[in-house]
């Protein structure tokens, strides 16, 4: 998680001012009082441990799923905590005791003790856009966005991948929103959602209250955005829905994409990269020497070369794992820089550690299916399988009849 900071309200205690370390060994004799002070290292501060000390708000806070977010009078952060920890509650004001920690996205503080000041109400919101949501500008700040809910669904913890405090345990039920707003759709996790009926959400114009985080591919790049919610009563309906959803009149099945409407204002990019996949008429993967990857969706069949150099200009594509571009063009350029494979174990292949970039596992091979446009290896690598697919032509209508 990135963190940004915001103003608190007058419930929170007033920090000492904020202190710019100007050394390794300052800050370390003295512990950082404010989450500006944090945010401000550089990282090889942060891996040295540095200790901590804040007077904050809790914004969220289930640790036995792993989700404690603080606030303080300079911004927002993610708190590492056991998830055996006291049974606290958003809103409370406590007293955090730990090190800083790197999280391969920012900067997290690793607790040692987080004592209980006083109850208190939650910070007053900051607005948020798609745009800071998704630049990681007010992550880990306690927003407020405006939206129309797409979905709303009732999930259930899975209780036995957790080990629980008894007091803290997460609530059994939360709901999840897909809420549209200007610029994008972002996911919305509520709990405490007693007396809730998520049908009667759909299609309202809502304000949401909550913490703001990240989804992220196994490479911690931000891929999406996500509101964490503490309690239903975050939740303000300001329009409810002009007919009950349930009460639409029915769709013939074969009117469905007949209804369809969809506006995409996102810019259009430019990448070069080195040509890594390359399955003529559907996709391309690109990657640069540092190991950055993206998927591309084209229509191009030009003859391109593995380790060529391309350029290509299109679209960002949300429905993809982690980066990608859609509705490409594609511009090859004479260069050739072949990219080496990292060689890889079935655990991290599995984590998601790689996403598009190129690595070379070694298995046993199981079996091989064959098909007009593709070989597809069924593969053996420890007690695991897995598929490994060679694509062998050009796409062709006549092929998917």
């Not at 940004?4 to 001012?17: D, E, F, H, I, K």
């Not at 299109?314 to 511009?331: I, K, R």
């Not at 199981?366 to 070989?375: A, F, I, K, S």
């Amino acid at each position: 998680f990135v963190c940004s900071g915001r103003v608190l309200s007058a419930q929170n205690p007033s920090p000492p001012p904020p202190r710019t370390p100007s050394s390794t060994s300052a800050v370390e004799t003295q512990p950082l009082t404010t989450v500006a002070q944090v945010r401000a290292l550089d990282a090889r501060q942060v891996e040295a441990h540095v200790p901590v000390l804040l007077h904050a708000i809790l914004t969220y806070y289930q640790p036995a799923d792993g989700l404690v977010f603080a606030q303080d009078s300079t911004g927002g952060i993610f708190l590492q905590t056991p998830t055996q920890s006291p049974a606290f509650k958003a809103g409370d004001v406590v007293t955090v005791r730990g090190v800083t920690v790197p999280s391969g996205f920012a900067t997290d503080i690793k607790t040692s003790e987080i004592r209980f000041e006083k109850s208190g109400p939650l910070p007053h919101p900051i607005p948020a856009s798609w745009h800071s949501l998704m630049q990681g500008t007010v992550d880990c700040a306690f927003v407020s966005v405006v939206g129309k809910v797409r979905s709303a669904t009732i999930q259930t913890y899975d209780l036995s991948t957790v080990e629980l405090h008894t007091d803290a345990d997460p609530p059994s039920r939360f709901i999840v929103i897909d809420l549209q707003i200007d610029g994008g759709t972002i996911r919305v996790h509520i709990d405490n959602i007693d007396g809730v009926n998520p049908w009667s959400l759909l299609d309202a114009q809502v304000r949401l209250e909550g913490v703001s985080g990240g989804i992220f591919d196994g490479r911690l790049r931000q891929t999406g955005s996500e509101i964490w919610i503490s309690s239903a009563r975050q939740v303000h309906v300001l329009e409810p829905a002009a007919i009950d959803p349930a009460k639409l009149p029915l769709t013939p099945m074969d009117r469905i994409m007949a209804n369809y409407s969809g506006r995409d204002e996102s810019p259009r990019l430019h990448v070069r990269g080195s040509l890594t996949f390359y399955q003529p008429g559907i996709q391309m993967v690109l990657q640069t020497p540092e190991g950055q990857g993206v998927l591309v969706s084209s229509w191009e069949q030009a003859p391109l070369t593995i380790g060529q150099v391309v350029d290509v200009v299109g679209f960002p594509d949300p429905n993809v794992y982690s980066e990608g571009l859609t509705a490409a063009s594609v511009l090859p350029t004479p260069e050739i820089r072949l990219i080496q494979p990292v060689p890889v174990h079935w655990d991290e292949t599995l984590a998601g550690h790689f996403p598009y970039q190129l690595v070379s596992i070694e298995g046993k091979l199981v079996t091989e299916v064959n098909e007009p446009q593709q070989d597809t290896l069924i593969i053996q690598t420890e007690s695991h399988l897995f598929s490994a697919l060679l694509p062998r032509t050009v796409w062709k209508r006549e092929a998917d009849r």
